[in-house]
């Protein structure tokens, strides 16, 4: 390998995209949203800068979110995204183009990987590799995936929840379901405003889930105050709602995710089953921060759960960790071009 061959590892998220550079570590982690002028077609603002702008733009501007479930949803626009991030990465003055290790969600289909790496190489890669979300969060995680021993990883992000059973640096068996932090967000909005006739945004309803939201319900309940317009007066109202209300929100998307679990369990080799039962479920990703998710797991299914150290960075960790030994997790990388 030459002195000038750059590395990143990108963890391309329905939610949030995060690049790790070897030696420098996570140098950027900014939402995966695009804002595109309609009259023409330009690309006006990427990540953070176009955030700000999703629910309060004029009708000429629209913002997207490229990703979809994880997966490439808009060609153009991501690709855009991913050139955008991979120059603010590398800096204005570097001519070298960089080797990608990219993160895919557990179930992709080789045409959606395929996909990736395309949008990847335009974008300005030299190679772009592609590697399944719960190895590299396995991996950034802190977990030996080369050894001979069952690992749970459970990664919930914005677009999927990816479980999977890791032995010997491969998947042994796992499930990628479309249901995670943009699902429960959406439950939150629809129990707004089907309780209260309220019609709150995108970015209130996560503020709710994050700041009082539980997957358990709470004797101590934490009360929360937002704003919204209201459906019959079409005016602005505020109200307060409380933990407990978030948990019933939230019911049927949680349902889901320990469905996805006990999927995997039951695809599970038992000797590895016994190995999991022994270390319990690893859980990764932004949306397994949520309140009391680990006892609810281990309510549903026996086995503990804990979360990782730094569950949000899990990912984009282990993209830089197998950058940086490659030879090693030669066989958990699918593919290059």
């Known amino acids: 390998m030459s ?11 329905t939610a949030n995209t995060l690049v790790f550079s070897p030696g420098r570590g996570i140098v950027l982690s900014e939402p995966s949203v695009v804002a595109v002028s309609e009259i023409d077609n330009k690309i006006l603002a990427v990540g953070v800068e176009a955030k700000k702008m999703v629910g309060r733009t004029p009708e000429s501007i629209v913002t997207y979110r490229p990703m979809k479930d994880g997966v490439i949803a808009d060609y153009r626009v991501t690709e855009a995204m991913l050139n955008y991030y991979i120059n603010k990465a590398l800096g204005k003055w570097n001519i070298f183009k960089p080797e990608v290790i990219i993160s895919v969600p557990a179930g992709v289909t080789s045409t959606e990987r395929r996909a990736v790496i395309e ?59 479309k249901c995670a932090g943009d699902k429960m967000n959406r439950a939150i909005m629809d129990f707004v405003k089907k309780n209260y006739n309220l ?67 039951q695809e599970t080799p038992p000797e590895l089953s016994a190995d999991i039962i022994q270390k319990g479920i690893i859980m990764t990703g932004g949306s397994s921060q949520l309140r009391n998710l680990p006892e609810l797991i ?40």
Not at 130 to 147: C, D, F, S, Y
Not at 161 to 171: C, E, N, Q, R, T
Not at 305 to 313: C, G, M, N, R, W
């Open 3 to 13: 002195l000038f061959t750059k590395k990143l590892g990108i963890d391309l998220g």
């Open 119 to 177: 949008a990847t190489m335009k974008a300005g890669a030299k190679k772009a590799f592609v590697v399944k979300e719960p190895i590299l969060a396995a991996i950034g995680a802190g977990v030996t995936i080369e050894e001979a021993g069952g690992h749970m990883i459970v990664d919930i992000g914005g677009g999927t929840i990816d479980v999977a059973v890791i032995s010997l640096g491969g998947i042994v068996a796992s499930t990628s379901v």
């Open 199 to 265: 019609s709150i945004g995108d970015k209130t309803a996560e503020n709710l889930k994050i700041n009082i939201g539980s997957a358990l319900l709470l004797e101590d309940e934490l009360r929360m105050e937002i704003r919204g317009r209201d459906f019959i007066s079409g005016l602005p109202k505020s109200i307060e709602i409380k933990t407990n209300e978030v948990v019933k929100a939230l019911n049927k998307e949680l349902k889901e995710m320990v469905k996805a679990i006990k999927v995997v369990f």
């Open 298 to 337: 281990f309510k549903r299914t026996g086995v503990k759960a804990q979360l990782a150290k730094d569950p949000f960075f899990c990912v984009s960790k282990g993209t830089g960790i197998a950058l940086q030994h490659l030879n090693i997790y030669r066989k958990s990388v699918i593919s290059k071009r």
